[in-house]
């Protein structure tokens, strides 16, 4: 082994590496295996935590907004590290996403409307007013 270092936010370790039969060096990735956490959801049913499902979710939520690929993955993983930070072996998917929908409101205000339209399943136009409100409110009470 050549070097070690931690990436993805602490969740990975980054080593490189010398192959001592042909002297190539390679990267390899080591992933801590936790306990996984399991969604409870709005039926009762439990599912895996998938941060790619979160990530996918996200980034629709982002198409066509000024935000990069690597902004969502280090939002997913935020949310990620959140949950895991919880110690908790089962998670509500209400909280996965309230905690994706903080996120949004601070990265971009379009992407978390989109998002809230589909998570909390908007019916109509008044279902838009009452997300946006408190938003408009925020930016009126700034100071110039």
Known sequence: ????????????????????????????????????????????????????????????????????????????????????ARGETEVQSTNVGELAMEELRQLDQVAYVRFASVYREFKDINDFEAEIKPLLEKLVKKPD
């Open 1 to 84: 082994m050549i070097d070690s270092r931690t990436c993805r936010e602490g969740f990975a370790i980054r080593r490189r590496r010398l192959c001592e039969g042909c002297d190539n060096r390679f990267t390899t990735y080591e992933q801590i295996d936790e306990t996984p956490v399991v969604v409870v959801k709005k039926d009762q049913s439990r599912v895996p935590f998938n941060r790619e499902k979160l990530r996918v979710g996200v980034e629709k939520a982002c198409y066509k907004r000024p935000i990069s690929p690597e902004q969502v993955e280090e939002l997913a993983a935020r949310i990620e590290a959140t949950i895991l």
